[in-house]
């Protein structure tokens, strides 16, 4: 059964500091990893990766995948309060469903 | 920015009601999904739908469930019978292949069931 895995559950961090989310995966031929921010409703999408050790970055995040170890990770630079969410990771093996994690709540107080 | 949007937004009904969850897909995307998350829980895959046809679901996607593209926008899920279970928010997504990224699912705003 594919099951994505997600560390750690929850997480409490100050304004400013850097957290660094992980997630393990196991999908049947697998294609892609996708992560998500959920904050009140509707998962909003932040990256897809498919390739290994190549970095995506959206302004202070960050996403890399190991396709031999089969785990990525988030990174949050200089985290602010607006940062404050779930964050969720899925895998697929493309244009099928997407296999989430339980997801990291993430809070960051000021 | 083209998104997906669902209604209604909230829907409270009584155990064994129909219900109807409608959502409009990103037009020209071609494959479709539900997922639901039960408060507290993580996000899990009920059916998706390519080419006016059930392509996937789950062991939860029972006969109670059933989904239709009844026209060239529209994607609904209807639950038959309602069941206290079956509270939970209800999220609608959309992909495309052949764009840049195909595998990426776009969520709606998803619509809270509540069933009493």
């Known amino acids: 059964e594919d099951k994505v895995v997600q560390s750690p559950l929850s997480l409490v961090v100050h304004e400013g500091d850097t957290v660094t989310l992980n997630c393990s995966y196991e999908v049947t031929n697998f294609r892609s990893l996708l992560w998500y921010k959920q904050e009140k409703k509707a998962p909003t999408f932040l990256f897809m990766l498919?390739?290994?050790?190549i970095e995506k970055k959206s302004g202070r995040l960050s996403s890399i995948l190991d396709k031999k170890e089969l785990f990525s990770i988030l990174n949050i630079t200089a985290t602010q309060t607006g940062d404050s969410a779930i964050y969720l990771c899925?895998?697929?093996?493309?244009?099928?469903?997407?296999?989430f994690g339980k997801g990291t709540r993430l809070s960051v107080i000021a | 920015e083209p998104e997906v949007t669902q209604t209604p937004s909230h829907q409270v009904t009584q155990m064994g009601q129909e219900v109807i969850l409608r959502c409009v897909p990103i037009s020209n995307h071609l494959y479709f999904y539900w997922y639901r998350q039960i408060l507290g829980q993580k996000v899990e895959f009920l059916v998706s739908f390519y080419n006016n046809e059930i392509s996937e679901k789950s062991e939860i996607f029972d006969d109670q469930f059933s989904v239709e593209r009844p026209d060239g926008s529209n994607f609904t899920l209807k639950i038959r019978s309602t069941k206290l279970e079956d509270s939970a928010m209800y999220f609608c997504?959309?992909?495309?292949?052949?764009?840049?990224?195909?595998?990426?699912?776009?969520f709606g705003p998803g619509t809270r069931l509540t069933v009493l």
């Open positions: 997504a959309s992909s495309s292949p052949g764009l840049g990224m195909p595998d990426t699912q776009y």
């Open positions: 899925a895998g697929t093996s493309g244009n099928t469903p997407l296999v």
């Open positions: 498919t390739s290994s050790g």
